[in-house]
C-alpha cells in the first residue's frame, strides 16, 4: 500500500504571497508595520501629492484604495 502523501518526493508546494499581485489595497494594508511600505500616513499622502508614489481610487465618499498593480510597481522599482 502506497501513500499518496509522501511518495519521496521533497518539492514543496508554491505558497501564496501575503501581499496581492493585483485587486485592491487598503492603506493600512499597504504601509508598515502590516505592509510592505516603511513610510507613515503623512509621508505616503505627500508622496501621492507630488507623484512619488501611485494615486488612490476613490470606491465611494469614505473608501479610498490603492490597486495593488501600481503598489508592486512600486516596491519592484522604487524612486
Not at 20 to 34: D, E, Q, Y
Amino acid at each position: 500500500m502506497t501513500n499518496s502523501t509522501n511518495s519521496g518526493d521533497n518539492r514543496q508546494e508554491p505558497t501564496a504571497s501575503p501581499f496581492p499581485r493585483t485587486g485592491f489595497l487598503r492603506l493600512s494594508s499597504i504601509l508598515a508595520p502590516k505592509g510592505p511600505i516603511p513610510v507613515g500616513r503623512s509621508t505616503w499622502w505627500a508622496g501621492v501629492k507630488d507623484g512619488r508614489f501611485p494615486k488612490p481610487v476613490k470606491l465611494g465618499p469614505r473608501i479610498t484604495v490603492w490597486r495593488a498593480e501600481d503598489v508592486n510597481a512600486l516596491i519592484d522599482n522604487p524612486r
